[in-house]
């Protein structure tokens, strides 16, 4: 019997301009290189007895890869909304640069980002997390508090930009 685990929590459909470009890049890579490993299969096959044809068997198995990213951005991409713009930049929202200073005077600069994109950079957060959910709504100079690794921290916002 299998170990029973929790569906994880649906992240936020929200998207820079940015991001949504890097899938629509990554969606249109995906089908070239499709193209190219159905070609290798399609000479992988040729070549006769499949069940022992290792070149054969890597290319099946680097088709089904692919088909289950590009299905997957399909299927997300258009359940995305790309937020353009926001209206008061003097206040945390979803795009923000937020700069913040903790008690020990140690700055770190974020930037609040969506789920399918906060892997491109070290300082993204994706808008899901607890730090980005404490953030949101801020102004500067706001201070907030929050349990990171174990540990009560308080944060101060000493900087708050968006990207033109």
């Known amino acids: 019997m299998g170990r029973w685990r929790p569906p994880t929590p649906k992240s936020s459909p929200y998207i820079t301009p940015a991001g949504y470009k890097m899938l629509e890049d990554e969606s249109a890579a995906l089908w070239e290189k499709r ?20 070149e ?35 206040r945390v929202f979803f795009s923000a640069w937020v700069t913040i200073e903790d008690d020990d005077g140690e700055e770190s600069r ?35 508090s929050i349990e990171l690794k174990g540990t009560k921290r308080n944060l101060i916002i000493t900087n708050i930009e968006y990207e033109e």
């Open 35 to 54: 193209n190219e490993v159905a070609k290798a299969l399609a000479v992988a096959a040729a070549e006769g007895d499949r069940s022992e044809n290792a």
């Open 56 to 90: 054969y068997i890597y290319r099946k198995k680097q088709l089904r890869e692919i088909d289950s990213r590009i299905t997957y951005l399909q299927q997300r991409m258009p359940k995305l909304t790309v937020v353009k713009e926001v209206q008061d930049k003097q």
């Open 110 to 144: 974020h930037r609040i980002v969506g789920a399918d994109e906060f892997d491109q950079h070290e300082h993204y957060i994706t808008v899901d997390s607890p730090l980005a959910k404490s953030l949101l709504g801020k102004t500067l100079d706001d201070e907030i």
